[in-house]
């Protein structure tokens, strides 16, 4: 089955939506509320870095501090609920934490001004220019987020897969076509697939083993399963720092041997292969 991440604008119906897939197909839902509650298991590093976001650009330094560790978390939690595929996420960027696979479908809902408007008024009861101003205050929020974070334009649409808009359409007719796509062997879960998902969660268990112990806290270091191993790049690092990395690698389970190249900062590549690249953040 295949994983289906969904994009949602601000009081879009997105919620609607999953709910009339959920009872046409028992597909496993869950949100990024729900990958929130996992981060911020971390001292509340989610809630610190949305808090934050606002001063990103005069204050960069602070937020880039708490990036990286909200990226890996987020995508380590994020690759623990799809390891078993048949699922289907919806946010607003969490499709940019990972990379094109197989049994991966992008989806973004648009919904026309005025339904927003009308859902937007009975969700907060509100009068017409309030929820005008909110959904227009929401949306350019999340353009900020994905831009900070990523590096993206969430308005793109070579970023999707396929996009909704459900002012020439129901929610009936758009939760069928979620439906066929769940059922078309092109998009189904291969061996293949399901081994590249699961080398992408040791790499981020790894990563996250890094971020959360106090010794390599502060270190930003990527990992990536090659050959049989972990392959780690970061900063250049003295001897104790090095010998503490390579330990806490090899004590995830499932990892056989660890090698690491110093020199440059990790990133997360979007639209290419996950891993490494020597350009620092995008």
């Known amino acids: 089955m295949p994983v289906i991440f969904v994009s949602r604008g601000t009081m879009s119906g997105v919620h609607l939506l999953m709910d009339c897939l959920y009872e046409r197909t028992g597909i496993r839902r869950i949100s990024r509320e729900d990958l929130e509650e996992v981060v911020n298991r971390h001292g509340e590093l989610a809630k610190r870095i949305l808090e934050r976001l606002d001063k ?7 937020f880039s501090e708490l990036r990286w560790p909200y990226l890996v978390l987020m995508r380590n939690a994020l690759l623990d609920e799809i390891r078993q595929d048949n699922v289907i996420y919806h946010g607003y960027s969490g499709h940019l934490l990972l990379p094109p696979i ?21 969700r907060l009861g509100c009068d017409e220019k309030s929820a005008r101003d909110y959904i227009t205050e929401a ?10 974070m990523y ?13 909704l808009n459900l002012g020439h359409m129901t929610f009936k007719a758009a939760c069928g076509i979620l439906e066929c796509i769940m059922s078309d062997g092109d998009f189904q879960a291969s061996s293949e697939s399901r081994d590249e998902v699961e080398r992408l969660y040791l790499a981020t268990s790894v990563e996250v083993a890094l971020i959360t112990d106090p010794r390599t806290q502060t270190l930003e270091v990527s990992a990536a399963v090659q050959d049989g191993g972990i392959n780690l790049v970061g ?6 720092d090095l010998s503490a990395v390579k ?8 990892v056989k041997n660890v090698r690491y ?11 290419g292969h996950y891993g490494i690249r020597n350009q620092g953040y995008k």
């Not at 330990?247 to 499932?254: L, Q, R, S, Y």
Request: aromatic share 10%.
């Open 235 to 240: 900063p250049y690092l003295e001897e104790r």
């Open 56 to 62: 990103a650009t005069s204050a960069y330094e602070e």
């Open 102 to 122: 197989r049994h991966f479908v992008r989806v973004r809902i648009e919904a026309p001004l005025d339904l927003r408007v009308t859902m937007t008024m009975k």
């Open 151 to 163: 590096g993206r334009d969430i308005r793109n649409t070579l970023l999707y897969d396929l996009t």
């Open 247 to 254: 330990e806490i690698a090899g004590g995830v389970v499932g």
């Open 261 to 271: 190249s110093p020199g440059y900062a990790p990133s997360l590549e979007i639209n």
């Open 139 to 148: 949306d350019d929020y999340r353009v900020k987020w994905a831009r900070f």
